[in-house]
C-alpha cells in the first residue's frame, strides 16, 4: 500500500477552521483517498473519501492537490467534539481481493481548544 | 442510525485461558472485520469475513484465533488461550461490500485485559 505522512499533531481553537494535511507522493492512480478519524475511547469513524476532486459533506471537505500527491481535509468550524486522531488512508481501486483491510497509520492528533 | 455493537465493553482474563468476543455488525452488510489497538499504538487489522469464509488475514491472526458466524447476526472473535501480549481493544466493524470506495462502520471496541 502506498504511504502517507501525516504531522503528528495539530492544535486549533473551537469555531476556527482545520486544516490537516497529508502527504502522499507514493500515490498511485487507482487509490482512493480516505479519512477516518478514532474519537477519545471510541472505534474510528468514516470522514470522507474522494480519488481526484475536491469533495464536501455534511462533516468535512476534502481538498486533493492536482498532482494528488497531497490532500488536506477541513473542518469548517471546529467544536470540542472534534478533537480526535485523524488519519489519512489510501485504497486501491485496483487491488482485487486484497482491498478488504484499512491500513492505520499514526494519524495526527488534534487538539481543539475553548 | 444503524450501528455496530460488542459485548462485553470489557473484558478481563486470566493468561491461557480462552474468550470470545461478541460484535452485531449493521443488518444488511455482508463483509465482516476485526482490528485491534494496543494501548498507545496503531489499530492493526486482523481478519476479515466473507460469505462465512476467513477473505484476508494478518500475521498477527495466528492458529489461537478464529472468527465466527454462528447466526444470522452475531460475527465473533475467539482467542484460544490468551497471552498477555493479547490485552488491547478490539474493534469491529462491518461493511456492505469491498471495494476501494466502501466506507467500513466501527464498533465501539472491547477491552480485553489479560492478566
Known amino acids: 500500500d502506498a504511504k502517507t505522512t501525516q504531522p503528528n499533531s495539530m492544535e486549533s481553537n473551537e469555531e476556527e477552521p482545520v486544516h490537516l494535511p497529508c502527504n502522499h507522493s507514493?500515490?498511485?492512480?487507482?487509490?482512493?483517498i480516505h479519512w477516518y478519524r478514532q474519537l477519545p475511547s471510541q472505534g474510528p469513524e468514516y470522514v470522507i473519501h474522494?480519488?481526484?476532486s475536491n469533495v464536501n459533506n455534511r462533516m468535512a471537505s476534502l481538498a486533493i492537490a492536482e498532482d494528488r500527491k497531497s490532500s488536506t481535509l477541513i473542518l469548517h468550524r471546529a467544536t470540542l467534539r472534534d478533537a480526535a486522531v485523524y488519519y489519512c488512508i489510501l485504497r486501491d481501486a485496483d487491488s482485487g481481493g486484497s482491498n478488504y483491510k484499512l491500513t492505520f497509520g499514526k494519524g495526527t492528533l488534534l487538539t481543539v481548544n475553548p | 442510525e444503524p450501528e455496530v455493537t460488542q459485548t462485553p465493553s470489557h473484558q478481563v482474563t486470566q493468561m491461557g485461558q480462552e474468550v470470545i468476543l461478541r460484535c452485531v455488525p449493521i443488518?444488511?452488510?455482508?463483509?465482516f472485520y476485526w482490528y485491534r489497538q494496543i494501548l498507545g499504538q496503531k489499530v492493526e487489522f486482523l481478519v476479515s469475513?466473507?460469505?462465512?469464509?476467513?477473505?484476508?488475514k494478518s500475521e498477527i491472526f495466528d492458529d489461537q484465533f478464529s472468527v465466527e458466524r454462528p447466526d444470522g447476526s452475531n460475527f465473533t472473535l475467539k482467542i484460544r488461550s490468551t497471552k498477555l501480549e493479547d490485552s488491547a481493544m478490539y474493534f469491529c466493524?462491518?461493511?456492505?461490500?469491498?471495494?476501494?470506495?466502501?466506507?467500513?462502520?466501527f464498533g465501539p471496541g472491547t477491552r480485553l485485559t489479560v492478566l
Open positions: 466493524a462491518s461493511s456492505t461490500r469491498v471495494m476501494s470506495t466502501d466506507t467500513q462502520y
Open positions: 443488518s444488511n452488510h455482508l463483509y
Open positions: 507514493t500515490i498511485s492512480g487507482t487509490d482512493y
Open positions: 474522494g480519488l481526484t
Open positions: 469475513f466473507y460469505n462465512n469464509e476467513i477473505s484476508e
